[in-house]
């Protein structure tokens, strides 16, 4: 069982490092080449990634100002509201099954 948790463990902080590779304000975007709609949805994904980050790296963001406008404000949101939202409407279905 413990192997398997390392495992997982290694595989889950790869997994992390890769996906970061992907945040807002990295400079991939530009005003001919914005952030578009499914740009959003990852960007608000990786939000609490990026805040991290963005600690220790001045030019990091949880938010890519060069954007295509509503429509990747739209994802972003879309995505935050289900990656966090979406978890605590879980756990009070699960508390409420205990009862």
């Known amino acids: 069982m413990k192997k ?12 992390s490092f890769t996906l970061t590779g992907c945040i807002p304000g990295d400079g991939t975007y530009t005003s001919e080449r914005p952030a578009g709609f499914l740009w959003g949805v990852w960007h608000g994904w990786v939000a609490p990634i990026s805040l991290i980050v963005g600690l220790f790296k001045d030019n990091i963001r949880i938010y890519e100002t060069v954007n295509t406008g509503w429509w990747y404000d739209f994802g972003f949101y879309i995505a935050v ?3 966090f939202g979406g978890a605590s409407l879980s756990r009070k279905k699960k508390k409420e099954k205990k009862e």
């Not at 948790?5 to 902080?13: K, V």
């Open 4 to 15: 398997k948790y390392i495992i997982f463990m290694i595989m889950a902080i790869l997994i």
């Open 81 to 83: 509201i289900s990656g």
